[in-house]
Structure formats: structure tokens, C-alpha cells
């Protein structure tokens, strides 16, 4: 039996949530790391969800690095959806641009909305009982 839409969605939403709250995690264990850049995950990818829900194939274009963007310092960073974090407030002399007061909003941002999502399931899944007769 598939899962109704919305609760895919909510289940693929959870899991970015996940990632994203991982990722922190790893950005606050290395703050003190000399050159570490911050990380943070890609977000949701709309295609994703129209594609999936309607059977209809969007591509999402993805750049490649050549060898010569190599050469002049570009970098892949690695892991699926893991980027480097654009939205950093400070660089430390050692390189490193973590800050925890960034990642503690961050997180808070995550919580609040892992909370929604648990929510959301819960009043889905309370409605599928009231259609089932429970």
C-alpha cells in the first residue's frame, strides 16, 4: 500500500530536518577546527514533490566542477545536499567560520519546525482514524 501524499511529504520533510540537524551537530563539534567551513543542507527541492505526486519528470540542473574550476580553487563539498553555509556572520584569523550563536538559531529554526511536521502527521494520522471508524 503507498503512503497518502501528504505523509510522504511530511516523512521526506522530517528526514531533511535530520540532515539538517546532523550537519549543525558536525558544524558545532568542529568550531574550534582551524579552516573548517560551516555546512548546511540543500533545501527540499520542489521538483522533488511535483515530480513524485504527479508522475511527471523534472530535472533539477546541477553544475559539475571541470578541471580547471579545480585548478582555480573551486571545491565539491562533500555528501549528498551538503553545501557550503553562505550565511555566516564572522570569519576567525584560523579560517574557521562557525559560530555558535549561528548554529544555536539554526537549530532552534530545525526544532521549531520538526515540531510542525510532528504536528502535521498527528492530526493526518487522527483523521485517517476517523475515517477508518476508530
Known amino acids: 500500500m503507498d503512503m ?6 511530511i516523512r521526506r520533510q522530517m528526514d531533511n530536518l535530520s540532515d539538517r540537524q546532523r550537519v549543525i551537530a558536525q558544524n558545532i563539534a568542529n568550531s574550534e577546527t582551524p579552516g573548517f567551513k560551516a555546512r548546511t543542507v540543500e533545501n527540499a ?8 505526486s504527479s508522475g511527471i519528470s523534472i530535472a533539477k540542473p546541477r553544475v559539475q566542477l571541470t578541471a580547471g574550476m579545480k585548478g582555480l ?13 553562505k550565511d555566516i556572520s564572522e ?19 530545525v526544532q521549531a519546525d ?13 483523521m485517517l482514524k476517523i475515517a477508518v471508524g476508530k
Open 45 to 52: 527541492d520542489f521538483s522533488d514533490l511535483v515530480g513524485s
Open 114 to 126: 520538526f515540531t510542525a511536521m510532528t504536528n502535521l502527521y498527528r492530526k493526518q494520522i487522527n
Open 91 to 109: 570569519t576567525k584569523p584560523d579560517g574557521n567560520n562557525v559560530t555558535l550563536e549561528d548554529q544555536l538559531l539554526k537549530l532552534g529554526q
Open 73 to 85: 580553487g573551486a571545491i565539491q563539498p562533500a555528501g549528498a545536499g551538503i553545501v557550503l553555509d
Open 4 to 9: 497518502p501524499p501528504i505523509l510522504a511529504g
